[in-house]
């Protein structure tokens, strides 16, 4: 089969440029290829896709921002032998074309997602195993009680801010929270960092203008992890990543703690999202999971079926000219891999309402030596989050009619944007480990006034056996402590404001 992308056909401008000024972002462009951005592709993704499955069958041609060309993964056989086969598929975004010919901007939106970094994103071979073997050999020191254990006290502090309301909004007040909070305890984090980093990763993630001073904020707070790290080493990813053999310098321990933060962080939030929504609108779940015939779990399979975290990730790279899905790529080219697409494939799901309890050979998480190191921890959380949240909360119930329910849609992910709920107002018993933070949190503070008010009053009683500069200085007047914030008071004001 000919390749779709004629080279002779007539570029256009990238959107943003004077000459798209004065009209919106159709759903076709040059070639007459399909684009993956703008209002139309953003509206229903899932409707692009079966477009596109129709039109060219298991991989398609599209545009990206700025109409680059790609190829889009449609089906779930092709994903996985993309997935599986880096000799011909690499992770090196360096090959793109685009990137060789100079044709993608620095500016460009699609940069912050497949511009080439040293870490094992973006490695194959020798160097992605010793950077991926470390990462992987850090996350597997966690085990499920432990996890659990950071679950329940953040969950159950998050409930308690809302439990005497009566209501709640289930996606910025609890999912958006969670993962982060979970994520900087395993990566030894201080605890203040906690309530930051969320709104740091979630401004990162949308790209808007703070973004830059996001990742500063985030990359600061890294960096000072790793240097407290090496003078007193703990049970966490970062000790780990420092003492490994791999000999991680402290520049790949940062990217890669930043790349884990914000991976787990973004796919976390959105599987936490939508599982509550499945188990607060689907009446097959919720009735299975009060009469016991389902575990919380299995349903977690279901929604990385229908609802993957992530819709495509980008990508992979050809290293050679091949074929694919029955067309023919070209060395240089990027491919998508299309998880959501490859997830209702026809060919191994015919029928869409069938049930996939237990069934794990979604794409949700990749496959092939680029799998997702962390699933286990992500589903962990989320199960757990969730399990905790209904144990708190049981009678807890959508608070506007199903239908109300909004999605914003990006060309790699799909974001539910609200989960309104009400239960029964309840007051919640703090979770045993917050009291012990507070308490540690109070106990430094005060020792903390304690050595200030020793320090001003030897500066007060110097100055008075001196009688000052010149002898002539008034009075001291001593200085009020600025009252330290405890980890609780800050996380507590992000939902009183």
């Not at 709104?199 to 949308?206: C, G, I, Q, S, Y």
């Not at 977690?300 to 091949?322: F, K």
């Amino acid at each position: 089969m000919t390749t779709p992308f004629p080279e002779d056909a007539v570029p256009t401008p990238p959107p943003g440029c004077p000459a798209h000024a004065n009209g919106p972002i159709g759903p076709i462009g040059p070639g007459g290829l399909r684009r993956l951005y703008g209002p139309e592709a953003e509206a229903d993704p899932a409707g692009l896709y079966e477009k596109l499955r129709a039109d060219y069958g298991e991989v398609a041609p599209v545009l990206l921002h700025g109409d680059h060309r790609a190829w889009l993964i449609l089906g779930h056989g092709a994903n996985i032998t993309a997935m599986r086969t880096p000799t011909l598929f690499s992770r090196d975004s360096r090959l793109w074309t685009a990137f060789r010919t100079g044709e993608l901007p620095m500016d460009s939106p699609l940069m912050p997602v497949i511009a080439w970094q040293p870490i094992c994103v973006f490695a194959d071979g020798d160097e992605h195993r010793r950077l991926r073997g470390a990462v992987l050999d850090g996350l597997n020191r966690f085990d499920r009680r432990g996890i659990r254990r950071h679950v329940r006290r953040f969950t159950t502090d998050l409930v308690q801010v809302v439990g005497p309301t009566g209501r709640a909004e289930l996606i910025t007040q609890f999912a958006e929270h969670l993962p982060m909070l979970v994520m900087t305890k395993l990566l030894g984090m201080p605890d203040e960092y906690g309530p930051q980093l969320v709104n740091a990763a979630r401004d990162l993630m949308k790209g808007t203008e703070t973004a830059i001073a996001s990742n500063e904020y985030v990359v600061a707070g890294l960096r000072r992890t790793i240097a407290i790290k090496r003078d007193a080493p703990g049970d966490d990813l970062t000790s780990h990543l420092l003492a490994h053999p791999a000999r991680l310098t402290d520049d790949e321990v940062m990217e890669h703690l930043r790349v884990v933060l914000l991976a787990a962080n973004e796919t976390t939030v959105n599987l936490i999202a939508d599982s509550l929504k499945m188990v607060l609108t689907d009446p097959r779940f919720r009735a299975h999971l009060s009469g016991g015939q389902m575990t919380l779990g299995e349903a977690l399979d279901q929604v990385l079926w229908d609802s993957p975290p992530m819709s495509l990730v980008a990508g992979r790279w050809a290293t050679a000219d091949t074929e694919l899905g029955g067309q023919q790529i070209k060395a240089g080219d990027l491919l998508l891999l299309g998880l959501a697409a490859g997830n209702v494939d026809p060919v191994v799901r015919p029928d869409l309402a069938t049930p996939l309890y237990g069934n794990r050979s979604h794409l949700s998480f990749g496959a092939g030596p680029h799998e997702c190191p962390g699933q286990d921890i992500g589903r962990h959380v989320a199960e757990a989050g969730i399990d905790i949240l209904l144990t708190l909360l049981p009678d807890v119930r959508l608070a506007v009619p199903e239908e109300e329910l909004s999605w914003s849609s990006a060309w790699i992910s799909r974001h539910l944007t609200a989960l309104p709920v009400e239960f029964t107002p309840r007051d919640i018993e703090p979770d045993p480990e917050s009291v012990a933070e507070a308490e540690r949190a109070a106990a430094v503070a005060a020792e903390a006034e304690r050595r200030a008010d020793t320090e001003r009053a030897a500066r007060i009683e110097a100055a008075a056996a001196g009688g000052g500069a010149g002898g002539t200085a008034g009075p001291v007047r001593p200085t009020v402590p600025a009252q330290r914030r405890s980890w609780w008071d800050v996380l507590t004001g992000l939902f009183r404001r």
